[in-house]
């Protein structure tokens, strides 16, 4: 997870200055994240355009989703022709979220979703907003679902999210809460470190972690910034690989993380 990732997320509001709620017809996605959503509470033809990253499938956990619908290329500019009756994206004040031209925008603020418990909230908005309430509801029992029946993680531990040039996540962040719902102890909070932190290969040598969990695109050496992931004194530490896109964004994409760790824990030996 990258620094940009604390740049996208949730300020619940709907402001659309109706005076009643109405379904909208030409909804835009300003970020990735808000992207994501979008795609899996509103009808196709409520979507008028993505954010430019909807199609990266190192961003978007719903890139596939994406393909077929507009993209926005030209930013403001592109939504002024679209002239949308919704624009999702990140907060920039009351009432606006951040991209959207100058104007009285009907709009939904979303900024970082950093815990299970804020991605419901989310989810919540966005289907009422998109006027879909029952499918938000209904995306919400099937997640509770399938964290429910994930299976008790066999081994436990303390892990650290590490990322190119030693970047660490630290608490209150989605990685630790995925952390601690599956039963491992977020490195950063032993360490003392904030949300995101340097730390250098010595450091994490001598803290001697039970797991390193990395993200699947710096499995192999790719440039300076991955080579050090890949140093021999990391060698021996076990790691958990997991795609940026599901853990960039809070979303439906929890689920899959999950899993993917607790499998992981479970197949050690």
Same mark, same amino acid.
């Given at each position: 997870m990258? /620094?940009?990732? $604390?740049?996208?997320? $949730? #300020?619940?509001? $709907?402001?659309?200055?109706?005076?009643?709620?109405?379904?909208?017809?030409r909804i835009v996605s300003l970020n990735v994240c808000a992207d994501q959503y979008l795609l899996a509470l509103a009808d196709p033809g409520q979507i008028a355009a993505l954010s430019r990253n909807a199609r990266d499938p190192e961003l978007s956990a719903a890139a596939d989703k994406a393909r077929g619908f507009r993209v926005l290329h030209r930013g403001a500019e592109d939504v002024l022709t679209i002239q949308p009756d919704l624009i999702l994206g990140f907060p920039a004040g009351p009432g606006k979220v951040a991209g959207a031209p100058p104007g009285h925008w009907p709009t939904l603020g979303l900024a970082s979703a950093e815990s299970h418990g804020a991605i419901l909230d989310q989810i919540r908005q966005v289907a009422r907003a998109v006027g879909h309430p029952e499918r938000g509801d209904a995306l919400i029992?099937? *997640? %509770?679902? @399938?964290?429910?029946? $994930?299976?008790?993680?066999?081994?436990?531990?303390?892990?650290a999210y590490?990322?190119?040039?030693?970047? *660490? /996540?630290? /608490?209150?962040?989605l990685i630790d809460d995925l952390m601690t719902r599956v039963g491992l102890v977020n490195l950063a909070t032993r360490l003392g470190k904030p949300a995101?932190?340097? #730390?250098?290969? %010595?450091? *994490? !040598? =001598? =803290?001697?972690? @039970? +797991?390193?969990? !990395?993200?699947?695109a710096t499995d192999r050496v790719q440039d300076q910034g991955t080579e050090m992931l890949h140093h021999r004194a990391l060698a021996d530490i076990p790691r958990i690989s997991l795609?940026?896109? +599901?853990?960039?964004?809070?979303?439906?994409?929890?689920?899959?993380?999950?899993?993917?760790i607790v499998a992981r824990l479970n197949a050690a030996r």
């Open positions: 990258l /620094t940009r990732t $604390l740049a996208i997320g $949730l #300020v619940l509001g $709907l402001s659309t200055g109706a005076a009643a709620p109405r379904v909208p017809r029992a099937a *997640m %509770e679902r @399938d964290l429910a029946a $994930l299976p008790r993680a066999k081994r436990g531990g303390v892990a590490y990322q190119r040039r030693g970047f *660490m /996540t630290g /608490t209150g962040t995101l932190a340097q #730390v250098s290969l %010595e450091e *994490m !040598v =001598a =803290a001697r972690p @039970d +797991w390193l969990i !990395v993200e699947s795609p940026q896109a +599901w853990t960039v964004c809070g979303g439906p994409a929890y689920v899959l993380a999950a899993r993917r």
